[in-house]
């Protein structure tokens, strides 16, 4: 089975920049698609981008044209770009992959992201 880890995160300035990126250990293959998810105290757990296994990507309203979802399936690491950081962007990121057998999903730590002046 796989397991995730998330590594990037930390304090931003609104409008900066910041990349997050996920390790996949383990047997990981075969694999439907990856997810980023978000969630912030007090708040619901929230989807933020999906990248698929044939290479598609989507992105909720609220982040697209600023976030970017990649991967590199030979190295067994994913990302998540974020550039013009706002102040409601701030929540614990987690890197989430679903398994093509089963449709199992693995989940990260979770990373915390905080943009703040």
């Known amino acids: 089975q796989a397991h995730l880890v998330e590594s990037g995160g930390g304090l931003v300035q609104p409008g900066g920049s910041l990349t997050l990126s996920c390790a996949a250990s383990g047997n990981i293959f075969p694999w439907n698609g990856m997810n980023w998810y978000r969630q912030a105290p007090g708040k619901e757990r929230e989807w933020v981008a999906a990248?698929?296994?044939?290479?598609?990507?989507l992105y909720t309203d609220d982040v697209e044209g600023r976030f970017t979802v990649s991967g590199d399936n030979a190295k067994k690491e994913w990302y998540l770009q974020m550039n013009s950081l706002r102040l409601e962007d701030t929540a614990k990121y987690y890197c989430?992959?679903?398994?093509?057998?089963?449709?199992?999903?693995?989940w990260g730590q979770g990373i915390q992201v905080t943009v703040s002046s």
């Open positions: 990248l698929m296994s044939g290479g598609r990507t």
């Open positions: 989430n992959l679903v398994a093509a057998l089963g449709e199992v999903h693995y």
